[in-house]
């Protein structure tokens, strides 16, 4: 798994990141690549803060099923908060690794993982699980961080470069993106769409993904790659002088298979 604890603190600090109009924005891409019905049965893997499961639920209905897993007791306890749905099905939640689901075969109609296969080390073996509790012609809604296409303006570009290429050890293959097409075609599925979602933030504004994303950056990268913590908190602390010259741009990337 990553290097990303995520604790109390950090699973706040997330939280906070996934409210921002960005994360927001983002959802809506997931749920239209979802395209969920009335009734339908979904799996949220490392459901988190439970966001996009509560807007899932208020989608399949009374009739539906949502269930998420996660391995962070912290994230678990956020989510629990959301579980009760308004006509939608209480969220079933449960501490669990993807690569071991606790839930019998074709139990699903619907797999949706959000940030997350990019932290897990054995990436075909969680989706050999996801194939396993899909219904035949079942589909999966993947979407995940290439690290490498962040553009962040600093002050001092050799420390962005050292900050950054630190911070991609939070993830166990923070370049996914790039070969998940192919594990997604030998782990049985067939790729049937794929689209980039991107995130752009000009000028620093607080409320904004990659404003809430500075301090999870600084407190992590201290003692990886060669970053001392008084760099961290210098870069920091330059890019919230940056004002109307801040620039931020991250790509990520969505992927719609469907069960062979």
């Not at 962040?152 to 166990?172: Q, T, Y």
């Amino acid at each position: 798994m990553s290097g990303l604890q995520f604790d109390s603190e950090v699973s706040r600090q997330v939280e906070a990141v996934y409210t921002t109009p960005d994360v927001v924005e983002q959802r809506r891409s997931v749920r239209a690549a979802l395209a969920l019905r009335q009734g339908d049965r979904v799996l949220d893997v490392g459901v988190g803060p439970g966001l996009l499961a509560e807007e899932m639920a208020a989608e399949v209905g009374s009739g539906g099923r949502i269930c998420g897993i996660d391995i962070s007791d912290s994230m678990l306890a956020i989510a629990r908060t959301r579980a009760d749905v308004p006509g939608g099905p209480g969220i079933e939640l449960e501490f669990a690794p993807a690569g071991r689901i606790p839930h019998s075969a074709e139990s699903f109609d619907v797999v949706v993982s959000t940030q997350v296969f990019e932290y897990i080390d054995d990436v075909a073996g969680a989706l050999d699980e996801v194939r396993r509790v899909l219904r035949p012609a079942g589909r999966v809604v993947l979407l995940d961080t290439d690290w490498g296409s962040a553009v962040w303006r600093s002050n001092d570009d050799a420390r962005m470069a050292r900050v950054l290429k630190a911070f991609e050890e939070h993830a166990a293959d923070p370049h996914l993106p790039r070969t998940l097409a192919g594990v997604l075609d030998k782990s049985g599925f067939t790729v049937t769409h794929r689209q980039v979602v991107p995130i752009l933030n000009a000028g620093y504004d607080p409320r904004t993904y990659s404003a809430g994303l500075i301090d999870i950056v600084a407190d992590f990268v201290p003692d990886h790659g060669g970053v001392t913590a008084a760099e961290a908190r210098a870069w920091a602390d330059d890019l919230r002088t940056l004002g109307a010259g801040y620039f931020f741009s991250l790509n990520r990337y969505l992927f719609v298979a469907s069960a062979l």
